[in-house]
């Protein structure tokens, strides 16, 4: 189990919902890549915990599409 950071690498709009650089969270996961492993759903939790953001409705259901927009480092 590791401990990983998701930040957002650049501002970005999409389907009316925001998302500013320096954004971030704290994902706790079994897998290597919270991102990509299990649809991203813990990284959709944690920011629709924290910033009340659906992250499913800004990349118009697939997480994935945003990878080029979030940077995962592993602390």
Do not use: C, W
Not at 32 to 44: A, D, F, R, Y
Request: aromatic share 6%.
């Amino acid at each position: 189990m590791g401990l990983f950071k998701i930040t957002v690498k650049q501002n970005r709009n999409s389907n009316g919902v925001n998302l500013e650089k320096g954004m971030s969270v704290e994902v706790s996961s079994k897998y290597t890549n919270p991102l990509t492993t299990n649809g991203g759903q813990e990284v959709i939790d944690a920011f629709k915990s924290k910033y009340g953001i659906d992250l499913k409705k800004h990349a118009g259901g697939s997480v994935l599409t945003l990878s080029a927009y979030l940077e995962v480092k592993n602390i």
